[in-house]
């Protein structure tokens, strides 16, 4: 009896987080009620979310840390397979380490559909500090070793024009990541160019022309050291500065 019931408390609160994770990113945290949440996920007690997180902001912590350690593990697998044959060896084969662990986290985390790129891209834009908070500087070791290996791999440069070509890289992916996700979530109508295979090719192609353009002359002249972010937090390219 009390496996069975424990059963049915783990689930109720995954449909809570699932249910709330797409509504968070439709509409954003503040456009979204606990009640809303608590009727999406099918419970019929709507002290439930209160039950199992305490309060929505808890609940939100939990989602990004969930979607930010799953792609930080991906990630890492992805590089410690490049690395045992020697790689990467391009900034597209980073680029590759980039990309493809933020993409179709679905299938491992029993949702139906992708939905916790266009979540924090909302909630970095409209919570910051929330999002910063909920973080704490961890799950982000992945996206680490992949700037460090495009520090080596890119064209001579000043750091500090590397650097800044990161902040750029994470908005780029973001938006972009972000646009396709809702694109092929979407039912109401088709979307051959999101849903091809070549687009996705294409996006990395465009970001790894970015990463290894070269640098106009005069740029960066007066850059004084090799400054960083001050903030590099999230899993899917979040630098914030």
Same mark, same amino acid.
């Given at each position: 009896?009390?496996?069975?019931?424990?059963?049915?408390?783990? %689930? +109720?609160?995954?449909?809570? *987080?699932?249910?709330?994770?797409? #509504?968070?990113? !439709?509409?954003?945290?503040? &456009?979204? $009620?606990?009640?809303?949440?608590?009727?999406?996920?099918?419970?019929?007690?709507?002290?439930?979310?209160?039950?199992?997180?305490?309060?929505?902001?808890?609940?939100?912590?939990?989602?990004?840390?969930? %979607? +930010?350690?799953?792609?930080? *593990?991906?990630?890492?697998?992805? #590089?410690?397979? !490049?690395?045992?044959?020697? &790689?990467? $060896?391009?900034?597209?084969?980073?680029?590759?380490?980039?990309?493809?662990?933020?993409?179709?986290?679905?299938?491992?985390?029993?949702?139906?559909?992708?939905?916790?790129?266009?979540?924090?891209?909302?909630? +970095?834009?409209?919570?910051?500090?929330?999002?910063?908070?909920? #973080?704490?500087?961890?799950?982000?070791?992945?996206?680490?070793?992949?700037?460090?290996?495009?520090?080596?791999?890119?064209?001579?440069?000043?750091?500090?024009?590397?650097?800044?070509?990161?902040?750029?890289?994470?908005?780029?992916?973001?938006?972009?990541?972000?646009?396709?996700?809702?694109?092929?979530?979407?039912?109401?109508?088709?979307?051959?160019?999101?849903?091809?295979?070549?687009?996705?090719?294409?996006?990395?192609?465009?970001?790894?022309?970015?990463?290894?353009?070269?640098?106009?002359?005069?740029?960066?002249?007066?850059?004084?050291?090799?400054?960083?972010?001050?903030?590099?937090?999230?899993?899917?390219?979040?630098?914030?500065?």
């Amino acid at each position: 009896m009390a496996k069975t019931l424990r059963k049915a408390q783990t %689930g +109720a609160r995954e449909q809570i *987080k699932l249910a709330a994770q797409r #509504l968070f990113a !439709l509409r954003g945290i503040d &456009g979204v $009620s606990v009640r809303e949440i608590v009727e999406a996920s099918g419970q019929k007690n709507h002290g439930s979310l209160s039950y199992y997180f305490g309060t929505k902001e808890a609940l939100v912590r939990e989602l990004v840390a969930d %979607g +930010a350690k799953l792609i930080d *593990k991906r990630r890492n697998d992805f #590089l410690d397979r !490049l690395e045992a044959s020697g &790689g990467p $060896s391009s900034v597209r084969e980073a680029v590759e380490a980039l990309v493809f662990p933020s993409i179709g986290l679905s299938g491992e985390t029993g949702e139906e559909e992708d939905t916790y790129i266009r979540f924090i891209a909302m909630l +970095a834009m409209n919570h910051r500090e929330l999002f910063m908070d909920a #973080l704490e500087k961890r799950w982000n070791s992945g996206y680490l070793r992949c700037l460090d290996h495009l520090r080596r791999l890119m064209p001579d440069m000043p750091a500090a024009a590397k650097n800044q070509r990161f902040v750029f890289m994470g908005a780029y992916m973001s938006s972009v990541l972000s646009l396709r996700e809702a694109a092929l979530t979407d039912r109401s109508r088709p979307h051959p160019s999101w849903s091809s295979d070549d687009t996705l090719e294409h996006f990395m192609q465009t970001l790894t022309a970015m990463l290894e353009a070269p640098l106009e002359k005069g740029l960066f002249a007066e850059a004084a050291g090799p400054r960083r972010p001050r903030s590099i937090v999230g899993s899917i390219g979040m630098i914030l500065d």
